[in-house]
């Protein structure tokens, strides 16, 4: 499962995507998933996308809104929203910052 959402993170990944490629049921997958990851699959795969996101904006120019498309959000306004409640400060921020 971790390997699906790896390899599709930027692709709408469902519940039942995640069942089928290990298959269990749904219920099982949100058992395994936080016996593991301490996690639901969607609060790991945001993690996921939002470390993807940081790696861009670190090491290309894209402006956060591609980057936002890029990593699977469905808009710059979350991906902003997300990054900022994981790492304190806005994605511009945490660019500046980090090439400081």
Do not use: C, W
Not at 9 to 33: C, P, Q, W, Y
Not at 60 to 75: C, L, M, P
């Amino acid at each position: 499962m971790l390997d699906y959402i790896s390899v599709h993170f930027s692709e709408k990944i469902r519940l039942e995507d995640l069942a089928n490629v290990a298959g269990v049921s749904k219920n099982t997958v949100m058992t395994v998933f936080k016996h593991f990851t301490r996690e639901t699959p969607f609060e790991y795969l945001i993690h996921y996308r939002l470390e993807r996101g940081a790696e861009l904006l670190l090491n290309t120019d894209k402006t956060v809104t591609e980057i936002s498309y890029a990593v699977g959000f469905s808009s710059a306004s979350y991906f902003t929203k997300a990054f900022r409640e994981r790492t304190g400060m806005t994605p511009l921020q945490y660019r500046k910052e980090m090439q400081e």
